[in-house]
């Protein structure tokens, strides 16, 4: 059952569909998703590749806008937003996991993870403290000034999950963060998501996190799975684990 919450979740979305291209061109990635996102949950989204899971995190974060149904995120109507009223929501509410890292090469670790909160116009020194904070908490306080290209594939994936978190998101959107880490930086990047789905911020608002996997090692982890086959909601296969 997708539609687990009422009124408390974060995210909800109702009779949402996607479709790319025209005529014999188009494709349905979406086909009416419910989905509620709950506050202080793990979340993961498993399923085959060109399934929709990508494109629903998308649809659900304000980066693509749903063809048809209705989208709330942190109060907001996506699609009644113009698009840089959308950029600060975003800035604002959702830190991001991305599979290949997306580090500048050219900085550091420290200044890496210090970027999201600049953008949002922190002052450097203030921005700079709470990133060295953020990378402790990862436990890569003695790498702030090395470059990633310094850091193992594990080191780097810490780094980017720290500048997810620095800017204290409501809501983590995490595409496939093991998929190129053995198992033990794998379970040590889930061990740290985990532990970011039971935070709360500054004001005491829990974070949620969703996760984007085929990794079938990492299925402990989650509050709840939801498979997705063809762009919409499946129950799991059999053998599946059950969250």
Same mark, same amino acid.
């Given at each position: 059952?997708?539609?687990?919450?009422g009124?408390?979740?974060?995210?909800?979305?109702?009779?949402?569909?996607?479709?790319?291209?025209?005529g014999?061109a188009?494709?349905?990635?979406l086909?009416?998703?419910?989905?509620? !996102? &709950?506050?202080?949950?793990?979340l993961?989204?498993m399923?085959?590749?060109g399934?929709?899971?990508?494109?629903?995190i998308?649809?659900?974060?304000? !980066?693509?806008?749903?063809?048809?149904?209705?989208?709330?995120?942190?109060?907001?109507?996506?699609?009644?937003?113009?698009?840089?009223?959308?950029a600060?929501?975003r800035?604002q509410?959702?830190?991001?996991?991305?599979?290949q890292?997306?580090?500048v090469?050219?900085?550091?670790?420290?200044? &890496?993870? /210090?970027v999201?909160?600049?953008?949002?116009g922190v002052?450097r020194?203030?921005?700079?403290?709470r990133?060295?904070?953020?990378?402790?908490?990862?436990?890569?306080?003695?790498?702030l000034?090395?470059?990633?290209?310094?850091?193992?594939g594990?080191m780097?994936q810490?780094?980017?999950?720290?500048?997810?978190?620095?800017?204290q998101?409501?809501?983590l959107?995490?595409?496939?963060?093991? /998929?190129n880490?053995?198992?033990?930086n794998?379970h040590?990047v889930?061990e740290?998501?985990?532990k970011a789905s039971?935070r709360?911020?500054?004001?005491g608002? /829990?974070?949620? !996190?969703?996760? !984007?996997?085929?990794?079938a090692?990492v299925?402990?982890?989650?509050?709840?799975?939801?498979?997705?086959?063809?762009?919409?909601?499946?129950?799991?296969?059999v053998?599946?684990?059950?969250?």
């Amino acid at each position: 059952m997708n539609d687990t919450t009422g009124h408390d979740a974060l995210v909800r979305l109702r009779g949402v569909h996607k479709t790319f291209g025209e005529g014999r061109a188009e494709v349905r990635a979406l086909r009416g998703v419910d989905l509620d !996102v &709950n506050p202080g949950e793990m979340l993961m989204l498993m399923g085959p590749s060109g399934c929709g899971k990508t494109t629903l995190i998308s649809i659900i974060s304000g !980066v693509l806008s749903q063809s048809q149904g209705n989208v709330e995120a942190f109060g907001y109507q996506w699609e009644k937003l113009s698009e840089d009223a959308k950029a600060i929501a975003r800035a604002q509410n959702i830190g991001y996991v991305f599979q290949q890292f997306h580090l500048v090469p050219q900085l550091p670790a420290i200044e &890496n993870v /210090a970027v999201p909160l600049l953008i949002r116009g922190v002052p450097r020194e203030q921005a700079l403290r709470r990133a060295a904070a953020s990378l402790t908490d990862v436990g890569l306080g003695d790498r702030l000034d090395d470059p990633p290209r310094q850091l193992s594939g594990g080191m780097q994936q810490r780094v980017s999950v720290a500048r997810a978190l620095v800017g204290q998101p409501r809501l983590l959107v995490c595409d496939e963060p093991t /998929a190129n880490l053995d198992a033990d930086n794998g379970h040590a990047v889930m061990e740290l998501l985990r532990k970011a789905s039971r935070r709360t911020d500054d004001q005491g608002r /829990a974070c949620a !996190v969703i996760v !984007v996997t085929h990794d079938a090692r990492v299925e402990s982890f989650a509050d709840r799975i939801e498979y997705m086959e063809d762009g919409r909601f499946v129950d799991a296969p059999v053998g599946a684990h059950q969250a």
